[in-house]
């Protein structure tokens, strides 16, 4: 077979288009910078505090940098950076859309509050094990998999958070969190190789890696090819990573156990980058075909999202009921996806958003109840109200934000999304999202009246510890977020709407990939039949 | 050549399947190994097999000519091989230290973070 690559009358593989457009640095930083960060901690082995500051100063620059790209992307569309200057499709770029560069602001934003809360939730010896190290590896890795345009790339992110996420998920070294860690770790391995067999299965049929060539190259496919095999397995393999039920038994079974800042940037960051790549790889490399995918994507959202709120309900310990509302949380981005129109993305971006911080708010919420109460079982906790006040009311404002109560953020995505579903005739989403925000809101009434207010056993002491002042102000300013989110909603419903209609059209995002004049996409690839 | 390769992947495909099957610690950490060297394989044999033409531009040239081998599936191998290879050792460690603390290498004994369901969310007097 002849490659595009060995097509001597190519133009030479480098000084790519991007290369000489400064602006194009921009899409590094936000990866670049926890990368050095994580390198510098871990040449500081052992010296915590100094490990901390840098933790500290690499996530702020990151969600700088995140800003500056933000905004760059707004105004002038989407840009697209070369590594080593091996123009696409041969080599690596990265590349951001308001999709992606949105995503990796909320994201660092959110764990520089996680940051914060870990100061109170972690001792000095859990510190010096390498919690800052891994947490800025992890972050290296999720800004990775939201800014890369490659999809062998997307894979070795995916692995860089894996690799991270199992080092912190053992952190404390406890009997539970072992346990846990194993069946994280076995599922997650397993849903990242199906990943490595979809991606060679699709290389195999195109002969590129480059998402944005792919977009064309998988529709212009003989029609007997595999696509419908390979759709599905990018499914199962993303949906696994993104806990889609029937796969998604290994979260409960192991975000309860590790430290509560571990648990919260784990909820808020993990599950998003494998919805967010569902997202991306159906929206570019699938944007039409792939039918049985989208179908079976359909029935599986509705039912992610039903199962996780029961599951929710049947749980007694208070970590595994916010374990389960994040599995319903993914059903609800999902539906939005699987209605694929302009308002049901618009949704879906903005219900990631809003489960970003509110995944967070809900896991550092329940670390606190359990500092405050002494244990996570539901049925050993009582009258917390009296003693943490302040930990009732974010409870309970971040819990209704969750369940998709006016005035907060949760509300408005599940309108976009309900809308949407009802204009595409999606009946089945539709009742998915307002049965799954019934039960979700039964269950926070329930957790909370059970919780906080019934009364305490007569002579139990009144516990005034609920962590602190640095512990509160990260829930607090998470709360504060979710609720000024949903009074003023219009900058992140903008934002959402920019990010589904380049999702829908992209191809902005294709020619600054490819670069401008599209000249590099000239070299077709004859597969052999 | 392809063929048989490719019904090799699909024998270590089943052989991983097998052992995956199993509730032994051992035999899934086995299982995602040979899961891990098929996938590497497969990579391998759908880059196209190409013999005896190594992936080298010759001198003062600046692109390769056509009927040289696929460099890239090497390249992707060797990444995942790299990442497969840390993560076997990591599970190796992750299962050596469960089994010291849980005292079992059966998954179906780890109950420790999912205990039985503990009943009811309320006590006595609440009823």
């Known amino acids: ?529 | 050549m392809e063929t048989v390769l490719a019904l090799l992947v699909g024998l270590l495909f089943a052989i991983s399947a097998y052992l995956l099957l199993s509730s032994s610690l051992i035999r899934l950490i086995l299982g995602v190994f040979v899961l891990g060297n098929a996938t590497h394989l497969m990579i391998f044999v759908l880059g196209r097999l190409t013999r005896e033409s190594p992936p080298l531009i010759q001198y003062g040239l600046k692109a390769a000519e056509p009927g040289i081998a696929n460099p890239l599936p090497q390249a992707l191998i060797l990444t995942a091989i790299v990442i497969s290879f840390s993560l076997f050792a990591f599970l190796l460690v992750l299962s050596y230290r469960a089994y010291q603390s849980l005292d079992t290498i059966n998954t179906d004994e780890m109950r420790v973070a999912e205990p039985e369901p503990a009943g009811t969310l309320l006590r006595g007097r609440d009823v």
């Not at chain 1, 905004?71 to 950076?81: C, K, R, S």
């Not at chain 1, 951001?96 to 934003?109: E, I, K, Q, Y």
């Not at chain 1, 991270?164 to 406890?174: A, E, P, Y």
Request: aromatic letters at 10%.
């Open chain 1, 1 to 529: 077979m002849r490659c595009a690559w060995q097509n001597p009358s190519q133009p030479e593989p480098c000084c790519g288009v991007a290369m000489s457009d400064m602006t194009a640095w921009l899409v590094v930083w936000p990866v670049a910078v926890p990368l050095v960060g994580a390198a510098l901690t871990v040449a500081l082995w052992g010296r915590e505090r100094a490990q901390t500051n840098i933790g500290f100063l690499a996530i702020a620059l990151q969600l700088a940098a995140g800003i500056v790209l933000l905004q760059h992307v707004w105004e002038n569309g989407p840009v697209a950076m070369a590594m080593g200057g091996w123009s696409a499709p041969f080599g690596i770029a990265l590349a951001a859309d308001v999709f992606g560069a949105g995503l990796t602001v909320v994201a660092s934003l959110v764990a520089f509050l996680i940051l914060i809360y870990s100061l109170t939730d972690t001792d000095a010896d859990q510190r010096r094990a390498g919690f800052m190290p891994l947490i800025l590896a992890l972050m290296t890795g999720v800004a990775g998999a939201f800014l890369t345009a490659d999809i062998f790339n997307l894979y070795v992110w995916f692995e860089v958070t894996l690799i991270s996420s199992f080092g912190l998920m053992v952190i404390g070294g406890r009997r539970e969190q072992l346990d846990g860690a194993v069946k994280y770790a076995f599922l997650n391995l397993l849903a990242t190789t199906f990943l490595l067999i979809a991606i060679a299965l699709l290389y195999g049929m195109t002969g590129t890696l480059s998402m944005a060539d792919l977009s064309g190259k998988v529709a212009a496919l003989p029609a007997d090819s595999p696509i419908e095999t390979v759709a599905l397995l990018f499914l199962m393999s993303l949906g696994m990573k993104a806990a889609l039920f029937p796969l998604h038994f290994w979260l409960p079974a192991a975000y309860h156990t590790p430290l509560p800042a571990v648990s919260a940037i784990f909820a808020a960051l993990l599950t998003k980058v494998g919805v967010y790549s569902l997202i991306r790889v159906f929206m570019l490399v699938f944007p039409d075909g792939a039918e049985i995918a989208r179908e079976a994507m359909i029935w599986v959202a509705v039912a992610t999202m039903i199962i996780g709120a029961l599951g929710a309900l049947a749980e007694s310990d208070i970590r595994r009921v916010v374990s389960f509302t994040v599995v319903s949380g993914v059903g609800v981005m999902i539906g939005g996806l699987a209605i694929g129109t302009q308002a049901a993305l618009l949704g879906t971006t903005f219900y990631i958003i809003h489960s970003i911080i509110i995944s967070a708010a809900l896991f550092m919420a329940a670390g606190m109840i359990a500092r405050a109460g002494g244990g996570t079982r539901i049925a050993d906790l009582a009258g917390l109200y009296k003693g943490s006040p302040f930990l009732a009311v974010a409870f309970l404002l971040c819990g209704l934000s969750l369940a998709g109560v006016p005035p907060f953020a949760g509300f408005w995505p599940k309108v976009y999304l309900v809308q949407a579903g009802l204009e595409a005739g999606a009946f089945g989403i539709v009742a998915g999202i307002l049965i799954s925000g019934f039960l979700t809101l039964v269950l926070i009434g329930r957790s909370f009246a059970l919780i906080f207010w019934r009364a305490a056993p007569q002579g139990a002491p009144i516990v005034a510890s609920d962590g602190g002042a640095l512990m509160k102000g990260a829930l607090g300013a998470l709360t504060v977020l979710t609720f000024v989110l949903g009074i003023y909603s219009a900058p992140v419903a903008n934002m959402a709407g920019r990010a589904a209609s380049e999702l829908l059209a992209p191809q902005a995002y294709i020619g600054v990939v490819l670069g401008r004049s599209g000249q590099a996409d000239a070299g077709a690839v004859e597969v052999r039949p």
